[in-house]
């Protein structure tokens, strides 16, 4: 099967400029997930969709970021106005499983967005 | 809430060592236990799960063994190579609402 597509691969932008992610997941998986990973660290959950509606979204700095999944399948990513901390890679994730299904046996994920603010 | 925690790197070992990362983990429930590779230039990739407590997952001759009375999943390997150089998070999943919190990783560095 496909793996989750995302695009572009890399991004470089300004700093208060705004810029948009996208992000196709696995066929008919109804869940997806945005993460950052900043270097040096592990990924961090941004924003949880389960088809076309929010499950999580405590992490996401809500005052620069927003993201959709307006039909349950495609889902983009913005940030606007960019900082220079927002440099990092911005994976999106997709699972069969969604709440209260188990057992959980991961997620696949895309090959992110490598995103450098100057 | 839920974390995971896990050695710091970088981890220098020399071809055929014997490697351990250690990793314990915080959950009010009985999560799902996991650990990721990053390749350098590439994606994360799934290594290896456990669902839950004495299970062990196993994957290209990486071991780990979900111990619930210690909380720890530690990630082993007999005899590393070079190829496994990369970075390894682990990482738990509450079934509940299946988000994945990750550690902050640990960089290998296996030398020829």
């Known amino acids: 099967e496909a793996g989750v597509a995302q695009s572009p691969r890399y991004k470089i932008i300004e700093k208060r400029q705004s810029v948009a992610f996208w992000c196709n997941p696995i066929?008919?998986?109804?869940?997806l997930y945005w993460y950052q990973q900043i270097l040096g660290q592990g990924p961090k959950l941004l924003i949880q969709?389960?088809?076309?509606?929010?499950?999580?979204d405590s992490q996401l700095p809500k005052d620069r970021f927003s993201a959709e999944r307006l039909k349950g399948v495609d889902s983009t990513l913005k940030i606007q106005p960019a900082k220079l901390e927002d440099s990092a890679v911005y994976l999106c994730?997709?699972?069969?499983?969604?709440?209260?299904?188990?057992?959980?046996?991961?997620?696949?994920f895309g090959s992110g967005t490598r995103l450098t603010v100057v | 809430g839920d974390s995971v925690t896990q050695m710091e790197g970088p981890v220098t070992l020399s071809e055929e060592a014997f490697l351990t990362i250690n990793c314990t983990y915080t959950?009010?429930?009985?999560?799902?236990l996991f650990w990721y590779v990053q390749y350098p230039g590439e994606g994360l990739q799934l290594l290896l799960k456990a669902t839950k407590a004495d299970d062990k997952g196993s994957n290209k001759g990486f071991e780990a063994t979900y111990r619930k009375e210690t909380t720890s999943f530690h990630l082993e390997k007999g005899s590393v190579q070079v190829s496994d150089s990369a970075v390894y998070f682990c990482?738990?999943?509450?079934?509940?609402?299946?988000?994945?919190?990750f550690g902050k990783g640990t960089r290998l560095h296996i030398l020829p």
């Open positions: 969709f389960q088809n076309n509606g929010v499950v999580d």
């Open positions: 990482a738990l999943s509450d079934r509940l609402d299946d988000k994945i919190i």
């Open positions: 066929s008919g998986h109804a869940t």
């Open positions: 959950a009010t429930g009985y999560p799902s």
């Open positions: 994730a997709s699972t069969g499983g969604g709440q209260g299904n188990f057992p959980n046996y991961g997620y696949t």
